[in-house]
């Protein structure tokens, strides 16, 4: 029961994404024509999303250009099963061949250095200049730097954050593979809001049931920044006191003050001290540098450090970048910072540029869904799930119903469903 109801809720099967995208192509305007050219800018969860759909609903009307840097994504999603062996980066790689032949995007293979949003024009890393009626900023997320890292410069590149997929996780699987059952891991989590807030409990938790299996124990100290767990609260804490007990030690209140990468030794800002052979430091997190070094000021929100946007289309909240969409992390909303969340935040906003593209109306009863599935053993997972509404009064996304469910522990069962909804999910990005 718990499991049907969960699928029909999340929409996280085939049918699901289809279910979502029909609803949403219902609401367009029939009849106009959609013309206008869009640049769109960062080929991840969130930009490749929006280029195929502006296309694949808007038709051959919208130009639509993406400007990514790299020729191949690797998915940050399941990159924690390839510090444990479980995948491959390669078998987390995905490009940008079925955008190009099958829907018409055009791609460019530099990063965006500069924005003009009078001129509405975008210079790329090699001079080339671009002009939009519409810009979507899709440039995910960068980090502030760790407080206070000493040690040998050798040393201190050990300290890696593994937070986006790619060299980093294959040095940290590399670091975890050396270790021994009398070794210790210590992962450090950021405060919120930082992507993906199940994450770095689901690494922990991975992490533990390798040492177990694969080195005869060992231990992972986990220092979170924040007062508690920041997501699916019930599967963790049994997973932290029952599943990996005697392995993880998850210190609540814990943000770092400093790291000494020679001794391996972290201290917290209550003064506490841990030794590990292994230090997984994630630093905090802020909008991709396109957005926080723009100079435009499309870092309007929380702090300083995110995108402020109305989550109706998308588009900024400072009424002097009329025409420019921030979707996916660096965006500041009431959702969390997800690959799933991001993928639907680019077919609202598709939707809206397209409905704005035809003369028609924007939908004002946006709806979004995120869910997030757990490995947290070899075999099993857990998940978490969330549909969300427009709320007119508050002007953001609201969670509806249940609000964020959890499943009731982990299971084989959620397991099986967790590669299909990741497989679904990455196919309805880049396919
Ligand atoms: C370990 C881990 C596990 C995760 N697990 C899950 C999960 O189970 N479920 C889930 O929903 N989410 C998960 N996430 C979160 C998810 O990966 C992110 O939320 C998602 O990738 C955000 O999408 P995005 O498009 O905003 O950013 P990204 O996917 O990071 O894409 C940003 C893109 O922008 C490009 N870019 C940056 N700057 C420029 C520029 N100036 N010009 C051009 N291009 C630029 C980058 O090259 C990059 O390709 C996980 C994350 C991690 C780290």
Redesign the pocket.
Same mark, same amino acid.
């Given at each position: 029961m718990e499991r049907r109801r969960f699928l029909q809720n999340i929409g996280a099967t085939a049918v699901g994404f289809s279910l979502l995208k029909s609803s949403m192509a219902a609401q367009l305007s029939a009849s106009a024509e959609a013309v206008g050219s869009v640049v769109v800018?960062? #080929?991840?969860?969130? #930009?490749t999303t929006v280029a195929k759909y502006l296309r694949f609903w808007g038709g051959t009307g919208v130009d639509v250009t993406l400007?990514?840097?790299?020729a191949t994504?690797y998915?940050?999603?399941f990159?924690?099963m390839v510090l444990t062996g479980e995948r491959t980066l390669s078998q987390l790689s995905y490009n940008y061949s079925t955008l190009k032949s099958k829907y018409g995007v055009k791609v460019q293979n530099y990063?965006?250095s500069s924005i003009d949003p009078v001129g509405k024009k975008v210079t790329l890393s090699n001079g080339v200049v671009l002009p939009y009626d519409r810009l979507v900023l899709?440039?995910?997320?960068d980090f502030e730097p760790l407080p206070s890292l000493t040690g040998t410069t050798a040393n201190q590149a050990k300290i890696v954050h593994a937070? %986006?997929?790619g060299a980093q996780t294959t040095s940290l699987q590399n670091q975890i593979k050396a270790m021994t059952s009398k070794d210790t891991f210590i992962l450090t989590i950021p405060p919120a809001p930082y992507? !993906?807030p199940p994450?770095p409990y689901?690494?922990a938790c991975v992490v533990a049931d390798y040492l177990k299996r694969t080195k005869g124990g060992g231990k992972v100290v986990i220092l979170d920044a924040n007062p508690g767990i920041q997501a699916e609260l019930q599967n963790f804490t049994t997973a932290f006191n029952e599943t990996h007990k005697g392995i993880i030690t998850y210190v609540p209140n814990a943000p770092i003050a400093s790291i000494n990468a020679d001794t391996m030794t972290v201290k917290t800002s209550s003064g506490l001290s841990y030794t590990g052979k292994v230090i997984n430091a994630i630093p905090s997190h802020k909008a991709? %540098?396109?957005i926080t070094d723009s100079g435009i000021g499309l870092a309007n929100g929380l702090n300083g450090k995110w995108a402020g946007v109305n989550v109706l289309s998308y588009e900024s909240t400072n009424l002097d970048l009329a025409g420019i969409h921030i979707i996916?992390?660096?965006s500041s909303t009431t959702q969390p %910072?997800?690959?799933?969340?991001?993928n639907a935040e680019a077919k609202v906003c598709a939707d809206a540029i397209i409905n704005t593209f035809k003369g028609g109306t924007i939908n004002q009863v946006p709806i979004t869904n995120?869910s !997030?599935?757990t490995p947290i053993t070899k075999t099993t997972a857990s998940w978490l799930s969330v549909v969300y509404r427009y709320d007119p009064a508050s002007k953001t996304m609201l969670p509806t119903g249940n609000g964020i469910t959890e499943s009731n522990g982990a299971t084989s069962e959620n397991y099986e469903d967790m590669l299909k909804w990741f497989n679904n999910l990455m196919a309805d990005t880049f396919s």
């Open positions: 800018v960062g #080929g991840g969860m969130a #930009g400007v990514e840097p790299n994504y998915s940050n999603i990159s924690n990063s965006v899709a440039p995910g997320i937070w %986006k997929a992507r !993906c994450g689901e690494r991709g %540098k396109l996916g992390d660096s %910072k997800a690959g799933h969340i991001a995120s !997030c599935f």
